[in-house]
């Protein structure tokens, strides 16, 4: 199931629809990345509202919000197996439907929630809640996502059509590094920590609202529609294809958080970084994370998936560590510094850009929904959702400032055997 072999079900569509479905596929992306991203931004001060009793550790509050973390992210797969079979089953269209309404109550929620000053020990319980029922509406969001842009897709640009797919992502990241920009200089810290940091959780409802609006017009897949009874692949199958599947991306994952999410935290906490330097950071890696994407997965069209993203992993492998040298070396210019972080967001794009698509062509019509997410879900639960924790924790325990760069690099380097299996040429020119 991992050949190239996909074609005969990601016909092309009428480019009216293809346009529709990329908006109305890509806005929930968007959406779930701005709301990871600002919890990733606004983590210590989560720490201290809702994980840090009085004479509390704030180290240890920041593993705790980083453990709530990647418990969200734990529940991606089980999302993404729940809404995915049901996708695969009834549809792409209502499924994505219901999981936009599940994650914009939950995120919105988060933004009403009171504080361990107001209801003691429950807070932190009643915010991993919440964050549960991110974790399960995101892992339904990605698989039927990434099915309607690429099964909409016309001929020959499937690799472009599912990069919007990450390209959101950045721009979600970017969103929600820009309103935390805008409200730490704009309020005080005080007012930033009190009430400040709600407002991005709250600005997620009219947001969940244009994307269900976009979604009720949104029609069902040509090819889901062809082929909602054709023969699904034995269980062993693909099982192996979503393990594959998991460890292409997980290089991506570990990559992708470590340097455009973690980042703020880890220069706060680790390199005595301001908020707001800090912030700009992020937003400059973001910007590079997003300048490669697009591309990316256009030439992946004209050269193949397989080279695009070899070269992303390869890169990330070899340069994490240095990069990451240059941001600890105090004698390092601010130019050469930024440098540093537009070129770490740029290489994972390369890996970004062409990803959804290479997930998509793994997995017939039958099972496309379950399985391309199910990859996504268990990698980025594992290699995504614990990256702060693990790199928080180990470099609490072992002092060293490397941790993110290796912990980087060493993904990446596991993820190049794995892109290696794919074929050359892996649906060039979107055959």
Not at 97 to 113: F, N, P, Q, R, Y
Not at 397 to 410: C, E, H, K, M, W
């Amino acid at each position: 199931m991992s050949a190239p072999a996909h074609d005969s079900d990601l016909r092309a569509s009428p480019p009216g629809h293809s346009r529709r479905a990329l908006l109305a596929g890509s806005v929930g992306n968007f959406i779930e990345w701005y709301e990871f991203g600002v919890y990733g931004y606004f983590a210590t001060i989560i720490a201290a509202r809702f994980f840090t009793p009085e004479g509390g550790s704030e180290v240890e509050a920041l593993v705790k919000t980083y453990a709530s973390f990647a418990l969200a992210f734990f529940f991606r797969p089980v999302g993404a197996a729940l809404f995915g079979r049901l996708g695969d089953r009834i549809g792409r269209r209502p499924v994505l439907i219901l999981v936009i309404v599940l994650m914009t109550a939950a995120t919105t929620l988060i933004g009403l929630l009171p504080t361990y000053a107001t209801v003691g020990a429950l807070a932190p319980w009643l915010l991993t809640f919440l964050r549960v029922l991110q974790g399960l509406s995101a892992g339904g969001e990605f698989g039927g996502a990434v099915s309607v842009t690429t099964e909409f897709a016309p001929p020959g640009r499937r690799g472009l059509y599912g990069s919007w797919q990450s390209f959101t992502v950045a721009l979600g990241l970017l969103a929600g590094a820009g309103i935390a920009a805008l409200l730490a200089t704009m309020l005080g810290a005080e007012e930033l920590g009190d009430w400040g940091w709600r407002l991005p959780f709250l600005l997620t409802l009219p947001l969940g609202l244009g994307a269900l609006w976009l979604r009720l017009k949104l029609d069902e897949t040509p090819a889901f529609e062809r082929e909602r009874l054709q023969e699904r692949p034995p269980v062993r199958e693909l099982v192996r294809a979503i393990a594959l599947g998991a460890g292409r991306v997980m290089g991506w994952a570990a990559a992708g958080y470590t340097f455009l999410v973690v980042l703020p935290s880890y220069l706060q906490s680790s390199l005595n970084a301001t908020f707001q330097q800090a912030l700009l950071a992020t937003v400059v890696a973001n910007l590079g994370f997003a300048a490669t994407i697009i591309p990316a997965g256009l030439l992946s069209d004209r050269i193949g998936r397989r080279p695009v993203m070899l070269t992303g992993a390869v890169l990330v492998t070899v340069l994490a560590v240095p990069l990451l040298n240059l941001l600890q070396d105090s004698g390092t210019s601010h130019a050469l510094k930024g440098a540093a972080v537009f070129l770490a967001g740029a290489v994972v794009g390369l890996m970004a850009g062409p990803g959804p698509t290479m997930l998509s062509e793994m997995f017939p019509t039958s099972v496309r929904y379950t399985g391309l997410g199910l990859a996504y879900a268990l990698s980025n639960a594992v290699f995504s959702g614990c990256a702060g924790l693990i790199i928080t924790e180990t470099v609490k325990r072992t002092g060293s400032v490397d941790i993110p760069g290796y912990y980087a690099a060493a993904t990446c380097a596991v993820s190049v055997f794995a892109l290696a299996t794919l074929p050359k040429g892996h649906q060039r020119q979107g055959s």
